[in-house]
């Protein structure tokens, strides 16, 4: 098959939907001589930052010299993303050759008891024959859906992380944190080490009570005083170093973070926002742990390299258009998503005077357009409410009927790229236009395009 083919094929699977449970996922990978089990795994679930962690964990562990697989759910603009080795995206041969390889066992299964495998199976078994292939020292593998039925998590993993939980997917996972985060405890695995940053009690308690049954060191990461190691397994603190130029955007400030082994300081993201800085302690103390079984150390100049570097695509991306607005894309799809970024957003609108907020939003089924808008709506001078061109878009209507009870200034432009150019034609020099609700959504923004438009104005 040809890349094209490839992809064609691997969409064809959708149509078979999400199955959770891992015998079927287990039998197809068991048929291609299990590459999950060939290189060591850093395993990351969550609500909300897994796929950043995802990526600063393997940024790390690049930047401390190693060859480093990274499985990122979902992608922005191309599905390559989803499969890199050290930062770049496997390519359209293999990608269709490894493709080519597993359809006679998928269609081989599809004959037996275990039936049709579905469209992220395949993906996440692409990930795993390019990492074995490759030669991956480790892999830092992201999870799909929940945790515990997911297809990731027939894996063995050096170390487990479980960032921050809400309240999403609750068609699937639960509508309570007490059980959502039952689903993702179901990635820890015995004795090994598990990093989070679960603020939620009730969620917390659930993956304590899963820790203690399954002896699974349990470290917590928090804000805190970071003068020396912690010296303690269950905690790990990261703080601010704000200087005077700081104060206005603590969001891009300078940090610290205190693991029971080390002290890491004068630490930068290129990733804007606090919740990144949780999101880097998290990478930093799981990538620590997972060297530390091998008897290897981490460098802290590989944290500072890799913090000040890795970036993923619609995470607080942001497009100086010549005209002067401010384009900004995120993929918060979710309500604990969408108050994070309300954050660096205010400070951004701060630090560069921006008056007025134009927001497009589209979303997918299974998340709360209440939650999403809340963060955002009451501030904006205008809502455009768009649909991603996905099978499981939530009906633009339905988002624009919430905004409403917000705001009376919505407009529904169901093409997303049409929305984007409605709002950025409305908005005035040094006005800010945020494109966010889902990463399906940010994806559809024609960058290059949109780009060139206002360059030629």
Not at 158 to 178: F, K, R, Y
Request: contains cysteine.
């Amino acid at each position: 098959m040809l890349f094209d083919d490839a992809l064609r094929y691997m969409e064809g699977l959708l149509r078979f939907g999400i199955k959770l449970g891992n015998e079927r996922f287990e039998a197809l990978c068991g048929r291609l001589g299990n590459p999950q089990n060939q290189f060591p795994i850093v395993h990351i679930a969550g609500t909300k930052g897994k796929g950043s962690t995802t990526a600063l964990a393997a940024g790390i562990l690049h930047c401390a010299g190693y060859r480093v697989g990274s499985y990122l759910s979902p992608y922005v603009f191309d599905v390559r993303e989803r499969i890199q080795l050290d930062g770049v995206m496997i390519s359209r041969e293999d990608f269709a050759r490894l493709v080519t390889l597993a359809r006679p066992h998928i269609e081989a299964l599809a004959e037996t008891e275990y039936g049709q495998t579905t469209e992220f199976e395949l993906k996440t078994l692409l990930a795993f024959l390019y990492f074995a292939e490759r030669n991956a020292d480790f892999a830092c593998i992201e999870v799909g859906i929940g945790g515990r039925l997911d297809a990731t998590n027939i894996v063995h993993p050096s170390a487990t992380v479980i960032t921050n939980i809400g309240l999403d997917h609750t068609q699937i996972l639960g509508d309570t944190h007490a059980l959502i985060a039952g689903e993702k405890a179901g990635i820890l695995k015995p004795c090994i080490p598990c990093v989070t940053a679960v603020e939620n009690e009730e969620a917390l308690e659930v993956i304590e009570r899963i820790a203690l049954h399954r002896q699974v060191p349990l470290s917590l990461v928090r804000q805190g005083e970071c003068e020396a190691p912690t010296g303690d397994i269950q905690s790990v603190h990261w703080d601010l170093e704000a200087g005077p130029n700081d104060l206005l955007n603590p969001h891009q400030s300078r940090f610290r973070i205190a693991t029971p082994r080390h002290l890491y300081t004068d630490l930068s993201l290129r990733m804007d926002g606090i919740y990144q800085r949780v999101n880097a302690a998290c990478a930093v103390a799981a990538v620590e742990s997972a060297l530390a079984s091998q008897e290897k150390p981490l460098p802290a100049e590989a944290v500072r390299s890799a913090l000040v570097s890795v970036t993923l695509p619609g995470r607080l991306q942001e497009i100086q258009l010549a005209s002067g607005t401010r384009l900004m894309l995120d993929g918060a799809h979710n309500g604990i998503a969408a108050e994070a970024l309300h954050g660096p957003i205010t400070a951004l609108r701060v630090q560069h005077g921006i008056s007025r907020l134009l927001l497009v939003v589209g979303m997918v089924g299974g998340h709360d357009p209440a939650e999403v808008l809340a963060p955002f709506a009451g501030e904006a001078a205008h809502i455009f409410v768009c649909q991603p061109d996905w099978k499981r878009a939530l009906a633009a209507e339905q988002i624009a009927e919430t905004a409403r009870g917000f705001t009376s200034n919505v407009t529904i432009i169901p093409v997303v790229a049409d929305a984007v150019r409605a709002a950025i034609q409305m908005a005035r020099e040094n006005d800010m236009v945020l494109v966010t609700g889902s990463f399906y959504t940010v994806g559809e923004v024609p960058i290059a395009e949109i780009t060139a438009e206002t360059l030629s104005v």
